[in-house]
């Protein structure tokens, strides 16, 4: 930047001199045409130069970073993102090569999608309705339901699904809890119509055993647990094992901006686990559900990071880049063989 701007000081110097004395003074407006013109095109031609390389170099640097870690998440023996917690590596929030804000920012379940699962508009919104997983002879049949937060883990769940040998279906619909909000426009009564569809599938499907339940509930989400406390409790008495998942924490800023903003430390915008708000834990307590906490997981000593394991672990405020949440599939793989191995089988 510091040499873009010296270039532009000495360009309008030169621009000064050679291009508007000579067409001020000069006795003819064109008399000194065949330098000026060339001068012209040589300075653009720099300046052309000096925006370009620093972009390619940008870019060149954002695809190192993506294609190593490409190569890292697939071995979780290593100390990569959330593999560096499983495997108790030390040091799990250090700045790595692969720390790049840019990369993390583009890295999200919208756009490098969801395998086998494609994405329905939906208004502003995305719906998802499909298998995770295609188990042959599956020992459970489980549905996977909730928001986008169900969708920021349909990686990790459908590999998860194959290990456990489990056939898995997807039911999401961004923005919508399944908890159906109270108001009107197009927004709530679309979710209603979903939660409804949904609530009459897994109630009136007896092949569906298991139903885990991931949904945002902190920040601007409001108190559902009234109507959480019913559609859980409708749940189980229809003879369904039910999970909830305990999500990631919400963070006040777009975390890739603040992190390109901050210097490499340890606890770079990192924030501290406020669970205030979580009106969803009480409920599954009271019920009798099941927990998975996903956000005592990332948020060490009641500190929620934004870098675990050489990787940046959000998106944006909320949501998990894709690179971090496949790195959660053996932990998830394990919580969830524990917590529901004292099922009942079919």
Not at 204 to 216: G, L, M, Q, Y
Not at 230 to 243: P, S, T, W, Y
Not at 324 to 330: A, I
């Amino acid at each position: 930047m510091l040499a873009l701007a010296a270039l532009t000081v000495a360009l309008a110097a030169l621009t000064h001199h050679f291009v508007e004395d000579p067409l001020r003074l000069g006795p003819g407006p064109l008399k000194r045409s065949t330098p000026i013109y060339t001068f012209m095109a040589t300075g653009m031609a720099a300046v052309c130069l000096m925006t370009f390389l620093p972009a390619q170099a940008i870019a060149s640097d954002n695809e190192k970073a993506r294609l190593e870690a490409l190569e890292l998440v697939d071995d979780p023996t290593n100390c990569f993102g959330a593999y560096s917690l499983t495997n108790n590596c030390e040091s799990p929030h250090v700045w790595t090569s692969t720390v790049n804000p840019q990369v993390a920012a583009a890295d999200s379940y919208v756009s490098v999608g969801i395998p086998s699962c494609p994405l329905e508009p939906v208004g502003p919104n995305l719906r998802a309705d499909c298998a995770l997983s295609s188990t042959p002879q599956a020992t459970k049949t489980v549905a996977f339901v909730g928001d986008s937060y169900a969708n920021q883990l349909s990686y990790p769940v459908s590999k998860a699904s194959s290990t456990l040998g489990w056939q898995t279906y997807l039911y999401s619909l961004s923005g919508c809890t399944m908890f159906a909000p109270l108001g009107e426009g197009d927004y709530a009564h679309a979710c209603r119509e979903w939660s409804r569809g949904v609530w009459k599938k897994l109630t009136n499907d007896p092949t569906i055993e298991i139903v885990i339940i991931s949904i945002r509930t902190l920040d601007s989400v409001a108190d559902q647990s009234g109507e959480a406390r019913r559609v859980i409790g409708g749940l189980l008495a229809a003879n369904k094992q039910v999970v909830v998942v305990r999500n990631t924490a919400g963070f006040d800023v777009d975390v890739p901006r603040c992190l390109e903003e901050a210097e490499p430390n340890t606890n770079a915008c990192a924030i501290a686990l406020n669970s205030a708000n979580d009106w969803l834990v009480p409920v599954v307590e009271e019920t009798g559900a099941e927990l998975l906490d996903l956000r005592s997981h990332l948020c060490s000593e009641g500190t929620c990071h934004t870098v675990i394991g050489g990787t940046i672990v959000y998106f944006d405020r909320w949501h998990l880049t894709t690179t971090f949440s496949k790195t959660l599939t053996p932990w998830l793989t394990t919580e969830l063989s524990r917590i529901t191995s004292s099922f009942p089988t079919s």
